[in-house]
């Protein structure tokens, strides 16, 4: 499958990449210069226990390429994973823009998604309390388009001159590297109460939004404003948002430090195995449009990423999906050194002077070139535009382009002084021309002095359970600092956001509780609370408890259920093997009791058999507690009902039993559509 340049579709990237692939399995063995091999096992020596000779150019290349293996990690957004998917407009924008992936209805791109935890290192787990990286590179006929987001609409700081101070904060402790990808700590918090532009992203972090119990169950967004500018050079603001069609859904803490354990991969192995089994997940794109002269038209400064733009107020208009149905073939080739930058932008989409989007234009190419050791990173298979590129940059480590002919300069007779710049009608990327005067100065504008409204704002459209997890976070968080003076500045600060949230950590961490806040806004915005998503079964993972004698033939109707709404499930039991499941039948045991854990499962079905022993009783027991006390849903049928009476669950919120195997698989389907059951006493 060769690519052709001149052809595009949402296949175009695939077809390119398939002529830097290879397979290795069957092939004989050669060094990198192709030499074939007779030996791999035994280095070259002087006699058969004398020193090894350096002429062994084999061992030479082999251990030297080995230890070169690897490269810098992400100052941020190290932990990552990414999958291939294709974009789809609805309908077409050129109304507002001129960017052709966005102009027609039903045009498809091929895109390329990576996902990440920010503050912690490569091997890192995956289930942390943290913001995500969300970043996708559309391959589009007339460049690549990088939309480099995160799961969370604002971020800490208001300008970038700050970033790397923050990222300092947030990493582990440089005097005994502790903690590791957490923010539970004096640093991070010490920033925290003297940099207050951060009040409104830390309620966020503090919110279920940064224990996200799937990549395939949280939102995307761009951040800052940016531009959409259409063929008659009229200019939009922008805002861009992901929505994910699973709606948005998250972990309980307590689970996912347990996760943290059991499965550091948790995050990666879901979206790896969704993909495989064709669950391929889907957001769709959603724009948020602002007309120029409307800029100043809102409490809050468009400008300003501590801020977002309530939908409420200004509407998501949605326009587009995009779905990741491909795993990547190699993890390092194309996760690791796909390189994003923001500044990568299509003709119909600009910049704002939102002074972090400034800032962050400077920082992504920069970053590349130590981290993938020179300019030409953007040969890179995972990185190539899929349309043709052309110009006078020459050289540098590992090219890999063979330029032509003598010239590398412009202009030049010789070759008629091309490449030569297009017009704009041509496809020439023209910036806008916005006009800007004003005097050179170090200074933030009055307008982004306001860092409490919004984080307000937040708390307030929490449901009830919402705000108690949010106030038990940031009383883990700042329980887990040394100095009490910290813990003091931090509840001081947030008694501007809400006096009750300020009291009640206080309480909990053994400080002082303030007596007034100041906060004045009843505002709220609906769509921030987790309580109004999209409410789904689908893609769900039971856990299911069997024993041997289970009642096979009923309970493989419940099993055939779930499967064809849509469901998955594991098996799980005492011992590996096989269970008869009745009519013939024979049912495989994915996991033991050990081998998986029930915070692995969005839900628990115990259906046990006639004869287990004590520890199967205790083993099961356990499952269903944990998951009892994770608030999600429990099924039982059969034996399995001993162990709901045995602990007090049966008939508490999303705890389904019954005897008819229909009634019981719909109503045990719909306590898992709820997600969780925050009204159960645990
Ligand atoms: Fe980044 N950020 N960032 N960031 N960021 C990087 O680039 C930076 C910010 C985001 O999967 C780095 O290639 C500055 C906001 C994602 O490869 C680096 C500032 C948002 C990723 C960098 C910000 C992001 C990065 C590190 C403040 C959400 C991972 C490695 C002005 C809109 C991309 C790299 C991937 C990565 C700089 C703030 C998202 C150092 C200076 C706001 C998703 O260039």
New binding site residues.
Partial sequence: MAHDPKKFDENSKNEQLEQFRSDDSGKDLTTNQGLKLSEDEFSLKAGERGPTLMEDFHFREKMTHFDHERIPE?????R?F?AHGEFEAYESLEHLTKAKFLSKKGKKTPVFV???T?AGSRGSAETVRD?R???TKFYTEEGNYDL???NIPV?F?Q??I???D?VHAIKPEPHNEIPQAATAHDTFWDFVANNQESAHMVMWTMSDRAIPRSLRTMDG????AFRFVNAEGKSHFVKFNWKSTLGVHSLVWDEAQKINGKNPDFHRADLHEAIESGDYPEYELGVQIVPEEDEHKFDFDLLD?TKMWPQEEIPIHIVGKMTLNRNVDNVFAE?EQ?????GHVVPGIDFSNDP??Q??L???T???LI?LGGPNFHELPINRAVCPFHNNQRDGYGRQTINKGKVSYQKSSFTNHTPAPVSEADGGYVHYQEKVEGRKVRKRSDSFKDHFSQATMFWNSMSDAEQQHIIEAFSFELGKCDSIDIRQQVVDMYANVNLKLAQEIADNIGVKAPETGNTDTSKKSPALSQENTVKSAKTRKVGVIVAPDFNGKEVMEVLDQLKSKGLQYEIISEKQGKLDAGNGKQLKIDHTFTTADPVLFDAIYAVGGPDVSKKFARNAAYYVTEAFGHFKPIGATHEGKKWLDANGYTGEPGVVTGDSMKGFADSFIDAIAAHRHWNREV
Wanted: net charge positive; hydrophobic share 50%; no cysteine.
């Fill in positions: 992400r100052v941020v957004h190290a990552g990414a990576r996902f990440s920010v913001a990286g969300f970043s480099v987001g995160n971020f700081i300008d970038a700050k970033f790397p923050l967004f761009g951040v800052h990423a996760a796909v390189a994003f930058h923001p972090l989007l800032g962050r400077f920082s992504y920069d970053t590349q981290r």
